[in-house]
């Protein structure tokens, strides 16, 4: 085994930001790029498979109900009006209450015990849910599931900035920010065949038992955590995974890019964070970005159809195509994201702005292209808007990736950005939605729309 100062005294060429990547003839051949990539290969497997199956499973009990509501939860807890938006406003509060004190923990308690607690946490209230017997018992509990969701993904970005370089953030941010898209978009699949092969096991209606299997896949991935996700770097110990040079490598390729390890907190510690732009100025970035974002009106515009009279007579969609005729949109969403990480990454050398840009205008350009259409002609011309959303995807990540870049010299300034981001954006969108995104104005949700532009 070679010795940790060898490794270490190979770092500084290897993690030059314009000499990192190598082509891909030069990668086939043996040089002193084997290491690091030998290091990126246990990280990975060590953080980031966690990281996306959980997140997977985040997405996947933070939207089930959503997916309940099309199915059968709305009739049997007599859910009308705006009480699909009041639900989501409990989820949100009780995500935003967690988010900063869990993110600080992280930088003194290993990620291993905080992460899979609050996993196991929020497993067993999606487990509770199939139990709900009225809205207000719903409200409540779905408070409980945002709380124990809440240190998860400003906890895992906090956690992958201190792991990759600027020329591999990116990509692994996608990676897993795509595997909660796929938990959202495997929720309309599974409440589907749960649906058809569940409903009325035992006297459950199919949308309970929905809880009952998403609770039942969590609890395992929580307990992977436990072997999987290693301390920081700087205070990493050898494990399965990582031995000693594996973590000298680490530590020396964060002190390469100016990522700091933890300080005491001091007044003074606590003066210089509050008294410098990045605190102010970064999570309002991400606020802004967030809010921006539109509640896509496919599945409500799909259901339009069914309501008496018809406005298309003769035109209807059934459950299953309510719940899956939206899937394409996630599928560009996905391809778009990650093309645009891996350009970021790679030929524009850790810059964000220029997809958060294009982005922006996408966004402006489509949300203006809803306002202008009559809501029930031209439906082939519908279902390419909703796709063509798809495109928008990919640049919060980004945002959240240059927060994390950015603010590297101060490792409690940097956790602090990445969960005020993310927890201030969560709070504007607890309240926002009551206003702006009613469900009663659905499908063509105006206000929502001009609101969405308003943000970009």
């Known amino acids: 085994m070679a010795s940790s100062t060898t490794l270490v005294e190979s770092i500084p060429e290897v993690i030059d930001s314009d000499k990192q990547k190598k082509s891909f003839l030069q990668r086939l051949g043996p040089s002193s790029y084997s290491a690091e990539r030998r290091l990126l290969f246990k990280v990975d497997v060590s953080v980031l498979i966690f990281a996306s199956l959980g997140y997977f499973i985040k997405n996947l009990d933070q939207s089930n109900v959503s997916s309940a509501y099309f199915a059968g939860m709305r009739e049997d807890l007599s859910m009308y ?9 409990c989820w949100a509060a009780g995500y935003v209450v967690g988010q900063v004190p869990s993110n600080l923990l992280l930088t003194r308690v290993s990620p291993r015990y905080v992460i899979p607690v609050l996993e196991l946490a929020w497993g067993l209230a999606t487990l509770g849910t199939f139990a709900v017997k009225n809205v207000n018992q719903l409200f409540a509990i779905r408070f409980l599931v945002g709380l124990c969701e809440s240190g998860f993904y400003p906890g895992m970005h906090f956690i992958l900035g201190s792991w990759y370089t600027p020329r591999e953030l990116a990509k692994r941010a996608v990676a897993f920010g795509i595997a909660g898209t796929l938990g959202t978009v495997s929720s309309s699949f599974l409440q589907t065949a749960t649906f058809k092969t569940l409903n009325g096991v035992n006297g459950l209606a199919g949308w309970r038992w929905l809880m009952i299997v998403d609770a039942a896949i969590t609890f395992p991935v929580a307990l992977l955590g436990f072997f999987c996700l290693p301390d920081l770097p700087y205070s990493a110990k050898p494990s399965i995974l990582l031995n000693r040079d594996d973590i000298a490598l680490a530590r020396a390729r964060m002190r390469a890019i100016g990522r700091k390890e933890t300080e005491p907190w001091s007044r003074e510690k606590l003066r210089r964070i509050f008294s410098s732009w990045y605190i102010w100025i970064l999570p309002i970035e991400y606020v802004l970005w967030l809010n921006g974002a539109i509640t896509l009106p496919t599945q409500y515009w799909l259901k339009s159809f069914n309501t008496t009279p018809p406005p298309v007579p003769g035109r209807r969609f059934s459950v299953t195509q309510i719940q899956l005729l939206p899937l394409p949109t996630t599928a560009i969403l996905i391809v778009c994201a990650f093309t645009y990480a891996c350009l970021s990454d790679g030929p524009f050398k850790g810059r964000r702005y220029p997809f958060v840009y294009l982005s922006a205008v996408l966004h402006l350009v489509l949300n203006s292209v809803w306002l202008s259409m009559p809501l029930y002609k ?15 995807g990919g640049a919060g990540v980004l945002i959240l990736n240059w927060i994390n870049e950015i603010t590297g010299g ?14 201030l954006a969560y709070v504007v969108n607890a309240i926002a939605p009551n206003f702006v995104w009613k469900t009663a104005d659905f499908p063509r949700a105006e206000k929502g729309y001009k609101y969405s532009l308003s943000m970009f």
């Not at 439906?379 to 909703?386: E, R």
Request: charged share 10%; proline share 3%.
């Open 81 to 89: 009006g705006n009480q699909l938006v009041h639900v989501t406003s």
């Open 410 to 423: 101060d490792t409690e300034l940097r956790a602090l950005c990445v969960a005020l981001g993310n927890d």
């Open 378 to 392: 031209n439906i082939p011309a519908h279902f390419a808007y909703f796709y063509a959303t798809g495109l928008t």
